[in-house]
């Protein structure tokens, strides 16, 4: 290819990852996100805090819980429900939407969790 034939645009991906799907460079499978997930301890330490957005809108984050997928879908779900909110997953951590700080602390301690923040 000559310089005045250089290749400008391709929709071609490259090397593909066979296990998930993605770019060889930027595979998935790898990172902790399909690693095992860490099994669940007795005894859970969850911190509480308050994060603002960019957006002006508050959201309380609750850290320091194991990464396993499964079990932090289902206790964001129940925690969702219980406080009429939305919110979503993080690695090791569950957001919910709005200042949901004093709610969650006595569900958490409900489930026999040690609360800080």
């Known amino acids: 290819m000559s310089a005045k034939e250089r290749l400008v645009y391709s929709t071609g991906k490259g090397?593909?990852?066979p296990k998930c799907g993605w770019p060889a460079d930027d595979?998935?499978?790898?990172s902790s996100l399909g690693a095992a997930p860490e099994p669940v301890p007795e005894k859970i330490?969850?911190?509480l805090r308050l994060e603002k957005r960019v957006s002006?809108?508050?959201v309380t984050v609750v850290d320091g819980l194991p990464r396993n997928g499964p079990f932090l879908d289902a206790v964001l779900k129940e925690l969702k429900k219980a406080c009429g909110t939305g919110g979503g997953t993080g690695d090791g951590s569950?957001?919910?939407q709005g200042d949901q700080r004093e709610r969650l602390r006595e569900l958490l301690a409900r489930r026999?969790?040690?609360?800080?923040?």
Do not use: F, I, Q, Y
């Open 94 to 96: 569950l957001e919910l």
């Open 15 to 17: 090397r593909v990852c």
């Open 56 to 58: 002006g809108k508050n």
């Open 27 to 30: 595979c998935r499978c790898s």
């Open 112 to 117: 026999g969790w040690t609360v800080k923040g």
């Open 45 to 47: 330490r969850a911190k």
